[in-house]
């Protein structure tokens, strides 16, 4: 297998010094050291300079692909692919780009994977300078060897599909969990379908024409488009039929709240229960002992364990949480989530979320629901990890629907594709790196 030296196939040029001052909330993004986010780089907080600065800085513009790493701090040695979505961006102070000199883009995908097959930043970090603040010389980089075979391009190809699959996967993920999310907040917390069909009797309609309204309000269809689905989709047109037939025609009070007709009011941990974990530290196994891996805030939010701690494999099963289980941190950093990890040790200050008598998908969203509550009540407590109380979940209340809709399969389905697609995921990143080094070895 034939190396090569970095500074044999690249171009580095060095992030520059943007000042505060000049950010703005729109104009050219700006890509700092704290946008890294894996692999790639997280658009969601990203700060911005007018077109007349971006002018003068265009040699630390980016392009898809461009490879960057952190050159200085408790980052250092890392390394990010820059995604189609950050091209034309700038790039900030305490980084380096490398791009290949060829300027094939299938080169430019390589270098990546050569890089990760190389343990890149552990390599770099070993010739840091300072311990405060690690910092990378630039020699320490353009000295670096790769390998560098004939079929570089031919071996990003297949590497780089996997991850296209699992980045087009991931952005699915995202649609779907608005589509749901707006769904559930439409169906049980406006109550948008109930509502369609109070006016449209108020407005002296018959009961056809109210449950006509509420097929409007459930899928945004006006009638004439409802009447070409029921001949283009006749199955689809009497399904929606059918789930608009199950909510109520009217709204009643109770306890102060105005709810659809025959709806129950509950209270978040009447509809759930609410499992906290273990001090997990108390089961650490011993010698050759069974394990599992342990979950705690870090790994829920990353979505994978990464059996850095490690916790006795006969812990009592309340505490196990497997592919699917819904999981509430409720203290530090709040978040519910749905673990896809695999089989694992479940961590104090995290709860596993369960019912026998309600859907998952009932008690998952309205756990979202309240979040933003939750997170306001931790915040105000915050001494040192701000957390919320067994008090919070019975204060929290959900509006439980009649059991057709608690029947209803459309969110469900909706969950069990995001479950699907996030599993996939993990296959496809395992069979990449089982690929990447027999790949890069020319074993295969």
Partial sequence: MSKITLKEIIEYQKGAVFKSQDYQKQGVGIVRVSD????????????YISNEIADKNKKVRLKPYDVVITTVGATAGNFIRV??????YLLNQNTVRLRTKENNKWDQIYLFYALKYKNFQEFLLLGAQGSAQPSIVLDQI???????????????????????????????????????????????????PVRAKVQALSDGMSLE?????????????????????????????????????AFPCDMVEVDGIEVPKGWEIKALDEVANYQNGLALQKFRPENNEPFLPVVKIAQLRQGYADGDEKAKANIKPECIINNGDVVFSWSGSLLVDIWCGGKAALNQHLFKVSSKEYPKWFYYFYTKHHLTEFQRIAYDKAVTMGHIKRE??????CIVPNDELLANKTLENILEKIIFNRLENFNLQDTRDLLLPRLLSGEI
């Avoid at 945004?220 to 689809?236: I, M, N, R, V, Y």
């Fill in 83 to 88: 995604p189609v979505e950050a091209d034309g």
């Fill in 36 to 47: 890294f986010e894996g692999d790639s780089i997280s658009l969601d907080n990203i700060y």
């Fill in 142 to 192: 353009l000295d670096a060897e790769i390998a560098y075979p004939d079929n570089r391009r031919e071996i990003a190809k297949k590497l780089f599909s996997m991850d296209q699959k699992i980045h087009l996967n991931t952005q699915i993920n995202q649609t779907l969990e608005q589509i749901a999310q707006a769904l559930f907040k439409s169906w049980f917390v406006d109550f948008d």
């Fill in 209 to 245: 024409q109210a449950e006509l309204a509420a097929m409007q309000a459930i899928n945004g269809k006006t009638p004439e488009e409802l009447t070409a689905l029921s001949q283009t989709q006749p199955d689809h047109y009497a399904e929606l039929a059918e789930t608009a037939k």
């Fill in 392 to 397: 919070h979940l019975s204060a929290a209340k």
